[in-house]
């Protein structure tokens, strides 16, 4: 995880997608640091208040992550937090 003033998610934004372009293109798209450049994507969204963006990258992450780890994987429970916290900041208890 990340830390940054609001400030600077645009520049984040930005690094992060250039990022992922790149590591689709070496790595393909099924690789755990694709998984980790799009929670972190999904991260910066969330920051911004974009939540149903956020959600699109966790679950992306998250099928990627569930995919290549397991269930039992601490990088999978990290994107499953993720998506917890956003749906709670939507109100959507039940989901969360």
């Known amino acids: 995880h990340f ?5 600077d998610t645009d520049s984040a934004m930005r690094l992060y997608k250039e990022a992922l372009t790149i590591r689709q293109a070496i790595l393909g798209n099924e ?3 694709c998984a980790t450049t799009l929670n972190n994507i999904g991260r910066v969204f969330y920051m911004k208040g974009e939540y149903n963006e956020a959600m699109q990258c966790y679950r992306e992450a998250l099928r990627i992550r569930h995919t290549l780890l397991g269930d039992d994987h601490l990088d999978v429970a990290a994107t499953i937090y993720n998506a917890g916290q956003t749906h709670h900041q939507c109100g959507e208890l039940d989901e969360a």
């Open 31 to 33: 690789h755990c640091d």
């Open 3 to 7: 830390h940054m003033p609001k400030a």
